[in-house]
Structure formats: structure tokens, C-alpha cells
């Protein structure tokens, strides 16, 4: 399996554009997760998603952020317009069957940098 | 709601030294322990884990018992290698109380040196 696949790895882009995150979760795994990493605050979570539902989208940060999963094997996490205080590392995590406590496994990551 | 507590970092630590990396939880139900650890550059990757009380996870030399009754899940390992150097997350599933994240500490970097 190739894991969780995540693009693209790295995204510089001008403050005000739209900025799309792609995902692809394992297969098989019905949960999907998006968070996002700084040094100041660490890793927090974003949203997630149980069987392509959104269940708790707590986390997003501001009306700009939006996630959708329009399918099993695919999810979005779109910034507009983005800002300079976006800049991150966005990572997705999918795990197998919810409801029986499994670790999930994490994409490599998209550096979003917005100048 | 949920909670994991970690030490503070950064660690740093001569190589073949003893590590203890200390994280304590807080939970509403009955969670599931994970530690995951994150490479330079690279995502996070599922270290160790444990599902129930008294459980040892282990891998690649590092362990931790899942206490409920300190409710801590510390990681250790015995010798350290300058290739550990990494962060290291507590993380915790509370499914059983209805919660289906993942709650992660803050992160505890560890740098061996040679």
C-alpha cells in the first residue's frame, strides 16, 4: 500500500489566492483526518470525517478553511483567500474502521507558505 | 474533554544514555495509547501502542506501559541512538466515549548527540 498520499508537498503562494490541499487516504480506511502543524501551536486538528461526514470541524480555524470528501478515496482542504498566518504543515492521517480504537497513519505533509 | 500532557522539550541526550519521555492523559472513557514519532521533514508514524491497562507497547528498543491508575503511558527506551533523534507525540483515542480523534501532546523533541 502506498500509504496516504498527500499534494503537493510544498505550496508557496501569494497572500489572497486560493490554496486546495489534496488528499488520498488509505484504502479501505473510513475515517479521514486534516490538521496542521507550527511551532507555536503544535499539531492541532482541523476536521474530520467518518465515512465521508464531516463529524467535527471544531477545529477549523475561520470561514475561509472549508474540507470537503466527496468519496472514500479523496478529500480537499481549501484556504480562501489565504494569509500569511496560514503558513503551515497541513498533514492528513486516515484510519481503518472507527469504533475499534486503531492508530492512524499520516501523509507526508504540505508546507503551505502564503507571502 | 480529552487531554495529553508531555514534557516539555527539547532533550538532548549523549548517545547510549537512558531515555524517558513522561506523558500523562486525561479521558472520559476507557482510551487507547499511542506514541508516534515525526523524522525531520517527514509525518508523523505510529511508534508503539497500547489498548488496555497494563499494556506494554514496544518497538525498536522503545517501550510504555499504559498505567490507569496514574493514568500515564511514559515512553523508554534504554539506549539511545543518535538516529532517535526525532519528536516524539503522546496521542489518545477515546472511542468508547464517543470521541473518534486522535488528542495529541504538544511534542517533545529529543536530540541525540555522539
Known amino acids: 500500500d502506498a500509504g496516504v498520499i498527500q499534494s503537493p508537498r510544498h505550496e508557496v503562494t501569494e497572500m489572497g489566492q486560493e490554496v486546495t490541499l489534496r488528499c488520498k487516504p488509505i484504502s479501505g480506511h473510513n475515517s479521514l483526518f486534516w490538521y496542521r502543524q507550527t511551532m507555536m501551536r503544535g499539531l492541532e486538528l482541523l476536521i474530520y470525517?467518518?465515512?465521508?461526514?464531516?463529524?467535527?470541524d471544531s477545529g477549523m480555524p475561520e470561514d475561509r478553511f472549508s474540507a470537503k470528501m466527496p468519496n472514500a478515496s479523496f478529500s480537499t482542504l481549501k484556504i480562501q483567500p489565504s494569509e500569511p498566518r496560514d503558513s503551515a504543515v497541513y498533514f492528513c492521517?486516515?484510519?481503518?474502521?472507527?469504533?475499534?480504537?486503531?492508530?492512524?497513519?499520516f501523509g507526508q505533509g504540505t508546507r503551505l507558505t502564503v507571502v | 474533554g480529552d487531554s495529553v500532557t508531555q514534557m516539555e522539550g527539547p532533550v538532548t541526550l549523549s548517545e547510549e544514555a537512558f531515555l524517558t519521555i513522561n506523558c500523562t492523559y486525561t479521558a472520559t472513557g476507557y482510551p487507547s495509547l499511542f506514541w508516534y514519532v515525526q523524522y525531520p521533514g517527514e509525518g508523523l508514524q505510529l511508534l508503539l501502542k497500547a489498548t488496555k491497562a497494563d499494556d506494554k507497547g514496544s518497538n525498536k528498543g522503545f517501550e510504555a506501559t499504559y498505567r490507569k491508575e496514574t493514568t500515564s503511558f511514559h515512553l523508554e527506551k534504554g539506549s539511545v541512538q543518535v538516529s532517535d533523534s526525532a519528536v516524539y507525540f503522546c496521542a489518545l483515542t477515546d472511542e468508547g466515549a464517543g470521541s473518534y480523534q486522535l488528542t495529541f501532546g504538544k511534542g517533545t523533541k529529543l536530540s541525540v548527540i555522539p
Open positions: 492521517a486516515s484510519r481503518a474502521l472507527a469504533g475499534t480504537n486503531t492508530e492512524a497513519f
Open positions: 470525517f467518518n465515512n465521508n461526514v464531516p463529524i467535527d
